[in-house]
């Protein structure tokens, strides 16, 4: 089992910037590849970012491909998701996701992760 508490998230002006944490505990986090996800209203959850296990690897979702910034930092068994000039589209709740992975491997799809954090809420006010 992995446990994910997300925070960081909050109110922002249109251009402003937050960053979200995600703590991980359960699980060797090293293990880990590690995943960001949003959903707004009425759409479904999308995919924003994935770092994987050994962190070589990282993709983004073209949106905010430019803007976002993933990383993790072993030591703290954290993920970390830097948003930068943030848009009025971006305002969802973002959840972030685990799943035991090969140290190379990312994944994009939410079907493929294990586990999920509770979502931390961002918007974003024009």
């Known amino acids: 089992q992995v446990q994910l508490v997300e925070s960081g998230g909050g109110l922002v002006q249109t251009g402003g910037s937050l960053r979200l944490s995600c703590a991980a505990s359960?699980?060797?986090?090293?293990?880990?590849?590690m995943g960001w996800f949003r959903q707004a209203p009425g759409k479904e959850r999308e995919f924003v970012a994935a770092?994987?296990?050994?962190?070589?690897?990282?993709a983004y979702a073209d949106s905010v491909k430019g803007r976002s910034i993933i990383s993790r930092d072993n030591a703290k068994s954290t993920v970390y998701l830097q948003m930068n000039s943030l848009k009025p589209e971006d305002a969802a709740v973002y959840y972030c996701?685990?799943?035991?992975?090969?140290?190379?491997?990312?994944?994009?799809?939410?079907?493929?992760?294990?586990?999920w954090g509770q979502g931390t809420q961002v918007t974003v006010s024009s």
């Open positions: 770092i994987s296990s050994s962190g070589a690897r990282i």
């Open positions: 359960g699980r060797t986090f090293s293990s880990i590849a």
């Open positions: 996701a685990a799943v035991p992975g090969i140290s190379y491997r990312l994944y994009t799809q939410a079907t493929e992760y294990a586990y």
